[in-house]
């Protein structure tokens, strides 16, 4: 099969060549071919010189125009292609977990760009985000089920990044029947996920091992979890031996699951939840004088795009300033930022500023991105999106 070729730029190839999966619009030559091209398109790429350097697909109405598949001049992009590379994702998950509860596919690093899969046991929750993997969705859908013989799928297609792409945003179950609660384990833990209506996909595998982690800290303490969506570090926390956890979100569905969560795990009398907004919650602890061993604060991306780098990282300076404000002394404190425009070493330079606005010295116990199951493409910054601290303070 030969598909249509699109010309890379002279001068605008380094990034290809270096290893990067993606193609802007700037260095592209945009022919009159080229424009009459269908979103979603298979093409190869050309690069000055002459040289096929593989099979993309092709998006002309998209910043990133060029999403490439493989580097494979001749690869045809058919039923064995996803095949093969979602055998490849599940065996290395396998390797890594005893229990099927992860993510499956994670993008761009396991070579299929803007498809996410996680696995809650016999459930899957798949997410398409581009135009060019939309048109392989029936493809994707059917070698999953050939794969894992799943008892239901659900198509959690409501990111933003859809309607970027031109795409309709829905949720809709692909596959058998969805319960309005999975169960899932971590860490040795049983939990509820809502993949329907909750947050992503229904629960934050991402942040697994640093759960773990901060098992280590809780022994003991009271423990302050904000923004604490499920309940997956307070709960992690209280199994640890922590005394007594106050989980904190601004959505109701959350903590009526982190409340099911807990008593499922039986220490609801230990997790007590409030619905408030973080900063204003955090202002009023601090007028009451409340202290807590151990500080967790997990928000959502305060930096959504890069117009809004500064603000973000004068959010996350302010949220550092009041949970250090709130931690006893000798206490700790953990905070993550899942926004990728946000480099690691000015997401350190913010909390480390917050600290100090505090009036507290900090040492840092652990710097952390997501788990193995979120492998890092390692042309690809945004795949490193999480970054997670903890810090000791005087």
């Not at 609660?181 to 697994?208: H, M, V």
């Not at 603000?311 to 709130?326: D, F, H, Q, T």
């Not at 492998?375 to 903890?390: D, G, M």
Request: net charge positive.
């Amino acid at each position: 099969m030969r598909y249509p070729i699109i010309r890379v730029l002279d001068g605008r190839d380094r990034r290809l060549r270096a290893g990067h999966p993606w193609l802007f619009s700037n260095e592209i030559l945009f022919d009159e071919n080229t424009r009459a091209l269908p979103p979603g398109s298979l093409v190869r790429v050309m690069v000055p010189g002459g040289r096929i350097f593989g099979v993309a697909q092709f998006h002309p109405h998209s910043l990133i125009a060029a999403r490439l598949l493989t580097r494979n001049k001749d690869a045809v992009i058919d039923e064995a292609f996803f095949r093969l590379r979602l055998e490849r994702a599940l065996r290395l998950r396998e390797r890594m977990f005893e229990k099927p509860f992860y993510r499956l596919v994670h993008a761009e690093s396991d070579g299929l760009p803007g498809v996410v899969v996680d696995r809650y046991g016999a459930l899957l929750a798949v997410q398409i985000n581009t135009v060019g993997m939309d048109r392989f969705t029936d493809t994707i859908l059917a070698e999953l089920d050939r794969l894992l013989a799943p008892r239901a799928i659900l198509l959690r297609n409501d990111s933003a990044m859809r309607a970027l792409e031109g795409l309709e945003r829905e949720v809709r179950t692909a596959k058998g029947e969805v319960p309005q609660r999975a169960r899932i384990e971590e860490n040795g833990l049983p939990f509820l996920a809502d993949l329907s209506g909750g947050q992503k996909t229904g629960w934050y595998y991402d942040q697994r091992l640093n759960r773990r982690f901060l098992r280590m800290l809780a022994r003991e303490q009271e423990v302050l979890d904000l923004y604490c969506y499920g309940g997956g570090f307070g709960l992690n926390a209280l199994a640890a031996g922590a005394r007594s956890v106050l989980a904190v979100d601004s959505s109701a569905a959350a903590l009526e699951l982190a409340r099911e969560n807990a008593v499922l795990q039986g220490v609801e009398t230990r997790f007590l939840t409030e619905k408030h907004e973080v900063f204003a919650m955090l202002d009023r602890l601090i007028e009451d004088k409340r202290r807590f061993g151990l500080v967790l604060a997990d928000p959502p991306a305060f930096v959504k795009n890069r117009k809004k780098l500064a603000v973000g990282l004068r959010a996350y300076r302010k949220l550092a300033r009041l949970c250090a404000s709130v931690a006893e002394e000798g206490g700790c404190l953990a905070i993550s930022s899942c926004s990728h425009n946000v480099t690691e070493e000015a997401f350190t330079r913010e909390l480390v500023a917050g600290i100090r606005a505090a009036g507290r010295r900090a040492i840092q116990l652990h710097a952390a991105g997501a788990g193995p199951d979120h492998p890092l493409h390692p042309s690809l910054p945004e795949t490193a999106y999480l970054k997670f601290r903890v810090y000791a303070l005087d």
